[in-house]
């Protein structure tokens, strides 16, 4: 078989094979119980809870958990703030890189404070290597911060009838010393001996063996790219993310960042089901997320392979693909795949250029963001596939006429509003975004690149990926100006907090109520006919509110190649 | 929220620790036992020093040439063209990549052309090129260079790189590795 479908299997399935083990031992960690790490971590914990002056066995409702989360981005943003406009005379900065104005500040600051990473700077120029270190920082923080989230609703539904969700901290603390930090340190391990660099001196100059000078950019590559991909960041340390040859220098580097990022994502489904002893319920869950993941790959894999039909005109030979904005080492299928992996999963790091791909392949990742619930960013995913539970949770109890009922908790009006303004904001953010820019053309639409119809994707993509907290780009796009950065950056904000907000308090209100015991008159959430209902639902409501723009960009675009 | 701003002020402080200075120091300790002690690879020919992962302008008729660029190799920065599959400009571009290809290897078939050598890389700065990209440029070169055919794709076939142990992902040829190796022949 083909080297490169071959290279596409193995990465997914080496993910999944992982996924479950990380994902039994995530469920330990929360819980407490006994893992393999203890004798490293449990000292060190102690000690930063000690200095920190927190009780980590202090339990929390679910409204405590949100001001806990929303006190500590609050100061990350303004540190963040603070190092980002005055890199330019802070150490570590031998490239003498300039401080960035206060809305690419502003922009990047919550770029990366709500794990999305889109970046409107290019690493090798618009940031120092002590920028850097703090945006790493905030990789590895607000990763943290997504899975403490995910594990109040895990908690919810652990406990029969409760309001102590857990303590923030403990949650948040472990994420990132237990989970982040070592699969991290496994992956530079690779990084490091495959070439990618890990130096604190500046750019090289080098002559060229035809004669040219050039200069070369490296820098603490090697500790960046890792967390990056395992928390699902995202956020390149260069300019072209995971397609610069220093950041993924081989095939191997692109299998092993593919897994990175991709594993957590997993794992946290499985984590879920050992966590609240329902493993069928997570099978289900993974499968329903897992047709839906590969509805939107393999299409791509097959478009990014077959090429562009008119450079095929010319009558070249065109057997490689879409190699446009595509790097020989990695190859236009695990481009492809990569594409819908990223986008899904809310990674948002690229290792081809996303505004070359094929129409249709640029349609399938701008969908993979619009649903944005398929595996899903750290914690975040299943954050808003819950929503989608509870949407099909009601819808199938209306249709059999019985009380709406999910492990063993009605679902009431409350819960339903707060699921429906979630379900419904995405989509608002997105095309309001978008119709803005539009409607608006010196200082919005005047950013964009390419002519026509895929003139309108580019912006499209820019909103969606800033709602779906995705951080990619079509990057052709011109957006480093006062309107773009300010724009995305409240699209950021309020694609982040709310689908952590409303989760959180459906989770914390259902929690409250009342157990009712399993009866035979049950709806059943594990089976495949509910997991159907949920995909209907994500269906519907992807379909309905994106179809309109979607025609008139990647589309329309696809019916204008000859 | 007044009770949680000093626990996250201090917690922040010691994670920064951890995270920010322990956490690339142990993988800086780690590119000490690499290649060139984490500076990236390098290759050295006659006293000058390359990396080995960053591609360079190749456009010289005696050198196989690189893949077109869109920051012109220069890795002070990275960036590939962001061009739309449908955009007529990027249509006409790559086709008078095709012509000035076919000027300069007359003896090839325009079929035989394979798209990486007329397309620009996502990078800008790719190392790489296909077999295919390689083998094209031969008779070019073996006229130019008075080398025979047969040794030119002795010299391709020796600088294949194979797939990931023989199973996973393309074949390619690093282009410096290539020329340096083409510029050792005489």
């Known amino acids: 078989m083909n080297t490169e479908i071959l290279g596409i299997i193995a990465m997914f399935t080496i993910t999944l094979l992982l996924a479950i083990p990380l994902g039994k031992y995530m469920a330990k960690v929360y819980a407490g119980e006994r893992t393999l790490l203890d004798p490293v971590f449990n000292p060190l914990e102690k000690l930063f809870f000690k200095v920190s002056g927190i009780n980590s066995k202090n339990e929390m409702t679910w409204k405590q958990h949100l001001v806990a989360l929303l006190t500590i981005n609050l100061l990350w943003f303004l540190m963040s703030m603070f190092v980002l406009m005055n890199m330019s005379w802070l150490p570590l900065n031998p490239d003498g890189n300039p401080s960035q104005s206060v809305d690419l500040a502003f922009n990047t600051t919550i770029s990366f404070l709500v794990n999305c990473n889109l970046q409107h700077y290019s690493g090798e120029t618009g940031i120092s290597y002590l920028g850097q270190l703090w945006l790493m920082f905030l990789q590895f923080v607000t990763a943290g911060v997504g899975m403490a989230a995910a594990v109040v609703i895990f908690k919810a539904f652990k406990e029969k009838s409760t309001t102590q969700l857990g303590n923030f901290y403990d949650f948040f603390v472990k994420s990132c010393t237990r989970i982040l930090l070592p699969l991290s340190l496994i992956v530079a391990l690779v990084l490091v001996f495959e070439g990618t660099p890990m130096t604190f001196e500046g750019k090289d100059t080098i002559t060229n063996l035809q004669g040219d000078t050039v200069q070369v950019s490296t820098g603490p590559v090697a500790a960046f790219v890792p967390i990056k991909h395992v928390g699902t960041n995202g956020g390149g340390f260069f300019g072209v993310n995971g397609a610069h040859p220093l950041e993924n220098p081989s095939f191997l580097t692109n299998m092993t960042e593919m897994v990175a990022q991709f594993i957590i994502p997993m794992a946290m489904i499985f984590a879920f089901g050992f966590f609240i002893r329902r493993r069928r319920f997570a099978w289900m869950v993974f499968g329903v997320m897992t047709v839906g993941f590969l509805l939107l790959a393999i299409p791509n894999i097959i478009m990014e392979m077959n090429g562009n039909p008119e450079i095929a005109k010319m009558g070249i030979d065109n057997s490689l693909g879409a190699m446009e904005g595509k790097e020989v080492r990695i190859g236009a299928a695990a481009s492809g795949f990569w594409s819908i992996v990223t986008t899904v999963i809310s990674t948002g790091s690229i290792n081809s250029m996303h505004d070359s791909s094929m129409p249709l392949s640029g349609m399938n990742e701008l969908l993979a963001m619009m649903i944005n619930a398929y595996y899903g960013g750290v914690g975040a995913g299943i954050l808003n596939f819950f929503i989608f539970i509870i949407l099909a949770v009601f819808i199938s109890g209306l249709m059999v006429g019985r009380t709406p009922e999910f492990m063993g908790k009605k679902i009431e009006a409350r819960e339903m509003k707060i699921a429906m303004i979630i379900a419904l904001f995405h989509p608002f953010l997105i095309l309001v975004g978008t119709a803005l820019a539009a409607a608006f053309p010196t200082v919005g639409s005047a950013a964009i690149s390419n002519p026509g119809f895929h003139g309108f994707s580019q912006m499209l993509y820019e909103y969606t990926s800033s709602a779906a907290n995705n951080g990619s780009g079509f990057e052709g796009l011109g957006d480093n100006t006062p309107f773009w950065n300010i724009s995305t950056g409240i699209v950021l904000l309020l694609g982040r907090f709310l689908p952590i907000i409303g989760p959180v308090a459906i989770a914390g209100l259902l929690a409250e109520k009342k157990f009712i015991p399993e009866s035979s008159g049950t709806l059943k959430t594990d089976t495949s006919t509910f997991g159907l209902v949920i995909f209907v639902v994500i269906a519907i409501v992807a379909a309905l509110s994106f179809f309109p723009a979607l025609a008139l960009g990647p589309i329309a675009e696809y019916f204008s190649l000859k | ?186």
């Open chain 2, 1 to 186: 929220m007044k009770n949680h701003i000093l626990p996250a002020i201090k917690l922040t402080a010691v994670l920064i620790v951890l995270l920010v200075v322990v956490y690339p120091l142990m993988v800086w300790g780690m590119a000490q036992f690499s290649t060139n002690n984490g500076k990236g690879e390098i290759l050295t020919h006659n006293g000058k020093t390359y990396y080995f992962n960053i591609g360079q302008t190749f456009n010289d008729d005696k050198y196989f040439w690189s893949r077109p660029s869109a920051v012109d190799y220069n890795a002070a920065g990275s960036g590939g063209s962001n061009k739309a599959p449908s955009n007529v400009e990027h249509l006409q571009l790559v086709q008078a990549r095709i012509d000035t290809f076919l000027v300069h290897n007359p003896e090839v078939k325009k079929s035989e052309i394979p798209v990486d050598l007329v397309t620009a890389s996502g990078s800008g700065l790719d190392p790489h090129i296909s077999v295919q990209a390689a083998k094209v440029q031969v008779k070019r070169i073996a006229k130019i260079r008075g080398i025979a055919e047969g040794n030119l794709q002795q010299l391709i076939v020796s600088n294949t790189e194979k797939p990931y142990m023989g199973l996973f992902g393309p074949e390619r040829i690093n282009v410096l590795k290539l020329n340096i190796a083409l510029d050792n022949l005489k």
